[in-house]
């Protein structure tokens, strides 16, 4: 009995182990805006540059995780306006759970039916 248990809490050990290894380091439910200047990629692994601030984290970013919210052409405290973006990410699964993209766009009213 005392080796069984033993298994399940080594197991239950490792599983924790390797998930906090493979999990990104933002977390569901963050808040991501674009900061990277003059545009350039949405995915910026590639590039010599971080596009995404975490306001969640205070942290600066490649790529928003699954999940999240992502602010794009919000300019004010973190973010900027005027960008041209290239979207070179692809989401699996549910994806991003919030897109804003431009704070005077989203912020309008849709118009009701007469």
Known sequence: MLNRK?????????????????????????????QH?????????????FSWFDSTTSTFVNLPTIGSTANVLLSGTNGIGGASINMNAVYTGNG?????????????????AA
């Open 96 to 112: 991003l759970s919030f897109l804003d993209l431009a704070s005077a766009i989203s912020s309008l009213s849709p118009r009701r």
């Open 6 to 34: 033993f298994s399940r809490r080594g197991k239950y050990a490792l599983a924790v182990a390797v998930s906090s290894v493979l999990l990104p380091a933002g977390a569901k439910g963050d808040t991501y805006y674009f």
């Open 37 to 49: 200047a003059g545009g350039g990629d949405f995915n910026s692994a590639l590039d010599p540059y």
